[in-house]
């Protein structure tokens, strides 16, 4: 007796060319059509009329993967309900549509301006071929359609890209727009597909600290905003996002103190940083030419200056070979290698938690003398006025 199901098998569905409609069996159905292309449909009939709905192209859907829609589809078609309509009360949106809600839904929660630009390059260019798949139909397939170009290639950002899209269906499926597991997760099913990523931490490239004197000489010279905030972020061993946001009103200038507020720190706790006297003298050079509340205003008026304004002063530095953040790294060889300052100083220098929840609820100092020391050595030495090893801190 001939199978009512299961009827093709992959080797044949490969070799298919013909212009045609190829039946698995079970309303599943494999369409050629002139130009070579080749997809599914699962067919049904209702009060006398054949419907049918799409089931996507191959072979990003493969026939397991065919096979498992059909078989929920004859599931809902017994059931009294109509697949067509059911998919539609799932939102029928796309999976473009619902990564966009997902955008500007989670979009204030992300206060570094890179994080949310690499979230949107994530979701509408390096997911451009799954975008306009219906997000209730998302499967494992389209899943490694976007990562495996750059699993082996780039294994953290894939493994970034992997993390972000099941973000986006597990978003998908709390609206109510698609059902069943995620075809994103990674443990028990594309740890089972795809090799285990090295997930060592990435290390930004950094200027060795013994070129720091002959860069900040080259950064002077240069009159552009960014230079400028290049210098100050060198200076503070600060972020990207805490110089380029950096507002008039957070400098102490009397007192030489530069306090951030809680919700601009990755942390988010406030952090205060000692002004050494270059940084000092940076911002009251700056000060009577302010035109806005940004230390460094950008182009659009009541914005600051561009995320990636100090990345391109870089490249015009013909410097492809460090990273702004590298120089925070840059910062904590130094403390290590050429001074005897407490390891603990040099941590909160850089707003890092040290210790246990415990020790720093006892330690409720920031340190903010034992850093201002620091900090002006580091200038001295960042000026080529001192190059040897600083005096040990105590107390």
Partial sequence: MARAINKLNALEIKALSDRGRYGDGGGLWFNV???????WVFRWTKRGH???????????????????????????????LDPKIERE???????????????????????????????EITLKHRCA????????????????????LHWTKTPETASRYRSRIESVLDYAKAKGWRDGENPARWRGHLSNILPRPDNKKQNYPALPYADIPDFM???????????????????????????????????????????IPAERMKMKEPHR????????????????????????????????????????????????????HGFRSTFRDWCGDKTNFPREVAEAA????????????????DALEKRRLLMQAWSDYCKGSQTGNVVALHG
């Fill in 33 to 39: 059509t002139d130009s070579g292309s080749k997809a």
């Fill in 217 to 259: 000489i080259d950064l002077r010279e240069r009159e552009a905003l960014a230079a400028i905030a290049l210098r100050l972020l060198i200076l503070t061993a600060s972020r990207t996002s805490e110089v380029l946001k950096a507002k008039w009103d957070e400098f102490d200038l009397e007192n030489n103190i530069w306090s």
């Fill in 350 to 365: 850089l707003a890092h938690k040290v210790g246990s929840e415990v020790e720093r609820a006892y330690r409720r100092s």
């Fill in 273 to 324: 940083i000692p002004l050494s006297d270059s940084a000092l003298l940076l911002l009251n050079e700056l000060h009577p030419l302010r035109v806005s509340e940004y230390v460094f205003p950008g182009q659009k008026l009541g914005k600051p200056l561009s995320n990636l304004a100090m990345e391109m002063m870089l490249r015009r530095m013909k410097r492809k070979d460090i990273t702004v």
């Fill in 129 to 148: 071929a799954i975008r306009n798949r219906p997000i209730a139909d998302i499967d494992t397939n389209d899943v490694l359609r976007v990562l495996k």
């Fill in 89 to 119: 009360k799932l939102g029928g949106r796309t999976f473009g549509s619902a990564a966009d809600a997902y955008f500007e839904s989670m979009k204030s929660r992300w206060t570094n301006a890179k994080t949310r630009w690499q979230w």
């Fill in 50 to 80: 054949v419907r049918e709905i799409g089931l996507g192209p191959f072979p990003a859907i493969t026939l397991a993967s065919a096979r498992t829609k059909a078989f929920e589809y004859r599931q809902m078609v017994a059931e009294g």
